[in-house]
Structure formats: structure tokens, C-alpha cells
């Protein structure tokens, strides 16, 4: 007998996470309150498929892809393959002065899904460091053209492009924004043209022309000191799933274009099939100048981003002198691990035609949740493709933290953005799972408003 084995139940795992792990986004000592303010915190010892286990035996369907991030399942057999061939190739080598087959490849996809208008992949790890990326290039761009008064940048009100510090400057999520605002240099933000902004005789579009109306008002004013506008194309993710109709960004895109500054789209949510598209943007049947990918791409199995650009912004910076060139990067940049996890992801777009399962798969979600949307709390409700969402008319404060935890015990996983209850399942729900979804939430949404 081994007396220093680990714990095999919830219970030790949780008390040793509380004492060493600090987890993210989160206030400690919620894990540690009891009744209306208690926070559970879930050790899980394996997932397959759509569920998560703990380690004594419940099973959570994994309604919000692990924080959007878990497109096919978890364990996938297919990734699960190619990881462990590339395991057994190369690990890792630093991609300056180096390159490797995952990287070039997982490149050259990308540029071919977006016909080739977006051809150069510069690789980094998480969402908010495409968000820098993409930030600095359009600045170093413009610095390069000579054109150095444009410095500053433009954002959606409710905008999120992560957290680091000069991520925050282009997200306004008042709870991020307002508690380290004195550590960002803040963007100028302009209306989100949210479709419940609509009054009874306008459509979404008409609230899109509106917001548009005060981009221009803005870019026609302040383009000489504004380098990029960034935007989540069709769904603002962390603002509580905000949806609005495309032709915000057909108007953007071509506002973009008369005052010269580059349009950026963070896919990092929204991309990889999310919205019933590969990327959200072809909705409007646009491109951007730069787009950041990251979350999805790797299948949910490995930190990997993107933030792929346009030639010309490429071409801006091919020099001989070195600070012309971009002045970035990061130690596991173009990690073959995880360009590997999302060139497997990438096959199973392909050979499953998982688009198309997709559009099926939506219309039985949507089905599902006919009773949810029905109830007498529910106002909004919304969808656009994998991403489902719906706001709750209630105003104590504890609402989110009970229907997560009533959501627990009706084994689901759904974690509400304030009083907007939200569903990012994976792309492998076969009907059971699809009914199970629309079920735990409604039992939870009766549960926790009494
Ligand atoms: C999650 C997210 C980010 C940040 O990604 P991280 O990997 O969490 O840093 C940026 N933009 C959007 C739209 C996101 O949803």
C-alpha cells in the first residue's frame, strides 16, 4: 500500500485543487461558500465523447464545448491518431530560423478556406495573443507606409478579444475593462448593432444600418489616427451571445476600405463551424485584412492560434532592415503538436461534411428547446447555428451560480454569462444528447427561478 496514492474521489481532489490551483476567472472562496453562494467546483478524471466524469461516476454533458473550445467530442479516436504520430515525430522545434510539416500544411489549408485572400499564417498560442498580433501588425503596417499617427484603434461596445492587457484595451466587458483600465490604452468603441435593439417595425438589418451610420460618423472623423477596427463577426461571445445580422459587416468592410483602416475579424469564437459557415464573416460575403483563429482550431486538444493577414499587409513589412520586419513571438509559436490536433480537425470538417451535419443538427437543437423558449421568464431567444442563447428575466444576483449549479445536477454543463443562458455544444450530438440538452436546461431554468 502506497500511503501517499491520490485521493480517488471528488472530495480530495477538490481540497487539494483549492489549496494549489488558482482558477481562472473565478472568486476563490465562491468554491468554498455554502447555500445560495456556493460554486462547485467538479474534479473530472476522463471525458469521451460529449460527456465529462467525475471520479465517482456522474457524467456532465459538455454543453459549452469546454469553454468553446472542444468541437469533436472529447478523446477523439481520429486526433486522439494523429497526436500520437506526431508524438512519435517531432514534438517541437522552435519555428524561427525552422520549419515543419504542420506548420507549412495547417498554413496552406487555412489560405485555401479562405481562397486564398488571407495567405500568411503567423502562429502564437491562445486567443488573446492572436488579438495582440493582429493589433500591433495593423499598427507596424501603417508605421511602415510612413503613416504613424495611426496608433489607436476601434471596438464594438461589448466587444471581447481576451484578456491580456492590450487585449483589454479593445474589449468592453465593463467587469474586465473597468478593473485594470488604468494598465490599457483604450480603444475608441462605436454601437453594437445587437438584433434586440430592434423596435417593433425595424428588422435586424435596419438596427445594422444604424450602427453603421455611427461607424462612418466615426471613421469619417478619426480614420487618421485609427489603424484597425476589430469585431466578432455575427456572435459577440462574452458579452452574453449577442448576435446581429451580416450586413453590419458588409457595411464595415466597405467602410474600412473608403477610410483606410483595416478591418479585423476575431473568429476566435465564432470561426470553425460555429455559426453554420467555416468562418462566420462568409456570411457577408467578405474578408477581412487580418483574422485571428484560435480555440476551435486545435479540435479543443492543444493551445494553438492564428492570425492569418492579407498579402499586402505581408508585403509591408519585407525589408532588409529588421525593425521593418514584425517584431513578435512566442517560445511555442507553430507548436507541431497542436498544428497537427488542427490539421486532424481540419480532416474531420472534410471528410465528415460536418457543415452540412451541422445545419441538421441545428434544427433539432432549435426543436429541443421549443418548451425552454416558450417559458414565461425567457425573452430573446436566439440562435445562429452551433450556438444557442436565450436571456432570463431576473434580477437577483445569485440566478447564474444556481442554474449552474441546478445545470450540474440535471448532468449538464452550462455556464450562464450573467442572466444569458447559452449552449456551444460540441459538433457530435446524436438525438439522445440533443434531447438530454434541451431537457437538463429546462429543468434547471424551473429550478433555479423559484
Ligand atoms: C476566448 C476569446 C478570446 C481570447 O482567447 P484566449 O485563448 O482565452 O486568450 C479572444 N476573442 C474572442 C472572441 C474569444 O471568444
Same mark, same amino acid.
Given at each position: 500500500?502506497?500511503?501517499?496514492?491520490?485521493?480517488?474521489?471528488?472530495?480530495?481532489?477538490?481540497? %487539494?485543487?483549492?489549496?494549489?490551483?488558482?482558477?481562472?476567472?473565478?472568486?476563490?472562496?465562491?468554491?468554498?461558500?455554502?447555500?445560495?453562494?456556493?460554486?462547485?467546483?467538479?474534479?473530472?478524471?476522463?471525458?469521451?465523447?460529449?460527456?465529462?466524469?467525475?471520479?465517482?461516476?456522474?457524467?456532465?454533458?459538455?454543453?459549452?464545448?469546454?469553454?468553446?473550445?472542444?468541437?469533436?467530442?472529447?478523446?477523439?479516436?481520429?486526433?486522439?491518431?494523429?497526436?500520437?504520430?506526431?508524438?512519435?515525430?517531432?514534438?517541437?522545434?522552435?519555428?524561427?530560423?525552422?520549419?515543419?510539416?504542420?506548420?507549412?500544411?495547417?498554413?496552406?489549408?487555412?489560405?485555401?478556406?479562405?481562397?486564398?485572400?488571407?495567405?500568411?499564417?503567423?502562429?502564437?498560442?491562445?486567443?488573446?495573443?492572436?488579438?495582440?498580433?493582429?493589433?500591433?501588425?495593423?499598427?507596424?503596417?501603417?508605421?511602415?507606409?510612413?503613416?504613424?499617427? @495611426?496608433?489607436?484603434?476601434?471596438?464594438? *461596445?461589448?466587444?471581447?478579444?481576451?484578456?491580456?492587457?492590450?487585449?483589454?484595451?479593445?474589449?468592453?466587458?465593463?467587469?474586465?475593462?473597468?478593473?485594470?483600465?488604468?494598465?490599457?490604452?483604450?480603444?475608441?468603441?462605436?454601437?453594437?448593432?445587437? $438584433?434586440?435593439?430592434?423596435?417593433?417595425?425595424?428588422?435586424?438589418?435596419?438596427? $445594422? #444600418?444604424? $450602427?453603421?451610420? &455611427?461607424?462612418?460618423? !466615426?471613421?469619417?472623423?478619426?480614420?487618421?489616427?485609427?489603424?484597425?477596427?476589430?469585431?466578432?463577426?455575427?456572435?459577440?461571445?462574452?458579452?452574453?451571445?449577442?448576435?446581429?445580422?451580416?450586413?453590419?459587416?458588409?457595411?464595415?468592410? $466597405?467602410?474600412?476600405?473608403?477610410?483606410?483602416?483595416?478591418?479585423?475579424?476575431?473568429?476566435?469564437?465564432?470561426?470553425?463551424?460555429?455559426?453554420?459557415?467555416?468562418?462566420?464573416?462568409?456570411?457577408?460575403?467578405? %474578408?477581412?485584412?487580418?483574422?485571428?483563429?484560435? @480555440?476551435?482550431?486545435?479540435?479543443?486538444?492543444?493551445?494553438?492560434? =492564428?492570425?492569418?493577414?492579407?498579402?499586402?499587409?505581408?508585403?509591408?513589412?519585407?525589408?532588409?532592415?529588421?525593425?521593418?520586419?514584425?517584431?513578435? *513571438?512566442? &517560445?511555442?509559436?507553430?507548436?507541431?503538436?497542436?498544428?497537427?490536433?488542427?490539421?486532424?480537425?481540419?480532416? =474531420?470538417?472534410?471528410?465528415?461534411?460536418?457543415?452540412?451535419?451541422? !445545419?441538421?443538427?441545428?434544427?433539432?437543437?432549435?426543436?429541443?428547446?421549443?418548451?425552454?423558449? #416558450?417559458?414565461?421568464?425567457? #425573452?430573446?431567444? %436566439?440562435?445562429?447555428?452551433?450556438?444557442?442563447?436565450?436571456?432570463?428575466?431576473?434580477?437577483?444576483?445569485?440566478?447564474? !451560480? !444556481?442554474?449552474? #449549479?441546478?445545470?450540474?445536477?440535471?448532468?449538464?454543463?452550462?455556464?450562464?454569462?450573467?442572466?444569458?443562458?447559452?449552449?456551444?455544444?460540441?459538433?457530435?450530438?446524436?438525438?439522445?444528447?440533443?434531447?438530454?440538452?434541451?431537457?437538463?436546461?429546462? @429543468?434547471?431554468?424551473?429550478?433555479?427561478?423559484?
Amino acid at each position: 500500500m502506497n500511503p501517499e496514492a491520490p485521493p480517488l474521489d471528488n472530495v480530495g481532489w477538490l481540497a %487539494r485543487s483549492l489549496a494549489a490551483v488558482w482558477h481562472p476567472c473565478t472568486q476563490m472562496r465562491h468554491h468554498a461558500a455554502k447555500g445560495e453562494d456556493a460554486l462547485p467546483l467538479i474534479p473530472i478524471c476522463r471525458g469521451e465523447g460529449a460527456w465529462l466524469y467525475d471520479f465517482e461516476g456522474n457524467r456532465y454533458l459538455d454543453g459549452i464545448s469546454s469553454w468553446w473550445v472542444n468541437l469533436f467530442g472529447h478523446a477523439n479516436p481520429r486526433i486522439n491518431a494523429a497526436l500520437k504520430s506526431q508524438l512519435e515525430t517531432l514534438e517541437h522545434v522552435m519555428l524561427a530560423g525552422f520549419t515543419h510539416p504542420p506548420a507549412v500544411e495547417l498554413a496552406e489549408r487555412l489560405r485555401a478556406l479562405t481562397d486564398g485572400v488571407l495567405g500568411h499564417a503567423f502562429y502564437a498560442s491562445d486567443g488573446a495573443s492572436a488579438t495582440e498580433i493582429a493589433l500591433k501588425m495593423s499598427f507596424h503596417y501603417w508605421k511602415n507606409r510612413g503613416k504613424t499617427q @495611426k496608433n489607436r484603434f476601434l471596438c464594438l *461596445s461589448g466587444g471581447y478579444h481576451g484578456e491580456t492587457a492590450g487585449a483589454l484595451g479593445v474589449t468592453d466587458v465593463a467587469l474586465f475593462r473597468e478593473a485594470y483600465a488604468p494598465l490599457t490604452r483604450a480603444a475608441a468603441i462605436v454601437p453594437c448593432p445587437d $438584433a434586440r435593439l430592434a423596435s417593433a417595425n425595424e428588422t435586424a438589418a435596419d438596427v $445594422a #444600418r444604424r $450602427a453603421a451610420q &455611427s461607424l462612418e460618423a !466615426r471613421l469619417a472623423a478619426e480614420s487618421g489616427s485609427i489603424a484597425a477596427f476589430i469585431l466578432e463577426p455575427l456572435v459577440q461571445g462574452a458579452a452574453g451571445m449577442v448576435m446581429y445580422d451580416p450586413e453590419y459587416l458588409r457595411l464595415a468592410r $466597405a467602410l474600412c476600405n473608403r477610410y483606410q483602416v483595416h478591418l479585423i475579424c476575431d473568429e476566435i469564437a465564432v470561426g470553425c463551424g460555429r455559426t453554420g459557415t467555416f468562418f462566420a464573416h462568409e456570411q457577408a460575403d467578405i %474578408r477581412p485584412d487580418l483574422l485571428c483563429l484560435s @480555440k476551435g482550431i486545435s479540435g479543443g486538444y492543444l493551445p494553438l492560434s =492564428i492570425v492569418l493577414c492579407r498579402d499586402e499587409i505581408f508585403q509591408g513589412f519585407y525589408d532588409e532592415a529588421i525593425v521593418r520586419g514584425f517584431l513578435h *513571438s512566442h &517560445s511555442y509559436t507553430g507548436n507541431p503538436l497542436a498544428c497537427r490536433a488542427a490539421l486532424a480537425t481540419l480532416d =474531420i470538417f472534410a471528410q465528415d461534411d460536418v457543415l452540412n451535419a451541422n !445545419r441538421d443538427r441545428a434544427h433539432k437543437l432549435h426543436a429541443a428547446f421549443a418548451p425552454v423558449f #416558450r417559458h414565461e421568464k425567457v #425573452r430573446h431567444p %436566439r440562435q445562429r447555428g452551433m450556438i444557442l442563447a436565450f436571456d432570463v428575466i431576473r434580477d437577483d444576483p445569485a440566478f447564474p !451560480r !444556481r442554474f449552474y #449549479r441546478a445545470a450540474l445536477e440535471n448532468a449538464l454543463l452550462a455556464r450562464p454569462l450573467g442572466n444569458t443562458i447559452y449552449l456551444m455544444p460540441p459538433y457530435i450530438l446524436d438525438d439522445a444528447e440533443i434531447a438530454h440538452l434541451g431537457n437538463a436546461v429546462y @429543468k434547471a431554468l424551473t429550478a433555479a427561478i423559484t
